[in-house]
């Protein structure tokens, strides 16, 4: 990595041009006359790295959640990720690892969309296998509702035919 161009406060005004395409294609420091220094970079720049530092938080907590026993996990100790309780073991790690690929390549790229979109696509998933579930456990209930007054069960066909169109809805 080559040594960033250090721009002096009276250069942006004799200089703006330069500034600025300077921190257009990465970052801009600027000395002032009072020794402070100043970095200058580009908006969506500057919003990857605000979306690497939040999600690398996220993941380290959601790393800490799954370490722990799935019965003793419970929805805060996923933070804002507490939608990726729903989802099963294997599931649950391959999103871990698709979502730490995503920062890296957020934070390589500059771009914050990187992250976002994989974090949505995971959380649409985590949120089919809740509704799916809650399904199953409607139908659960039903059938045990029905048995309990000695009639028949309601068609399971129709119980999967709603599943899968929640999910079908769910997951576009």
């Not at 000395?31 to 500057?46: I, K, P």
């Not at 659960?140 to 809805?169: L, S």
Request: glycine content about 4%; aromatic content about 4%.
């Amino acid at each position: 990595m080559s040594a960033p161009t250090i721009f002096t406060a009276s250069d942006l005004d004799r200089k703006r041009r330069a500034v600025l395409d300077t921190a257009k294609r990465g970052e801009a420091h600027v000395r002032d006359t009072d020794g402070s220094h100043l970095v200058m970079e580009s908006a969506q720049s500057h919003d990857a790295r605000e979306a690497t530092a939040e999600w690398a938080v996220r993941l380290h907590q959601l790393d800490v959640a799954a370490a722990m026993q799935r019965d003793q996990r419970r929805p805060r100790h996923f933070g804002a990720l507490t939608w990726a309780r729903y989802l099963p073991e294997d599931d649950l790690n391959n999103m871990r690892e698709a979502l730490w690929e995503a920062l890296l390549a957020t934070r390589a790229e500059r771009n914050a969309d990187i992250i976002a979109v994989e974090a949505e696509d995971w959380m649409r998933r985590a949120q089919a296998h809740d509704r799916a579930a809650s399904l199953r456990e409607l139908a659960a209930y039903g059938a045990g509702k029905a048995a309990e007054h000695g009639k028949e069960p309601a068609d399971g066909a129709a119980a999967v035919r709603a599943a899968r169109r929640c999910r079908a809805a769910v997951t576009g």
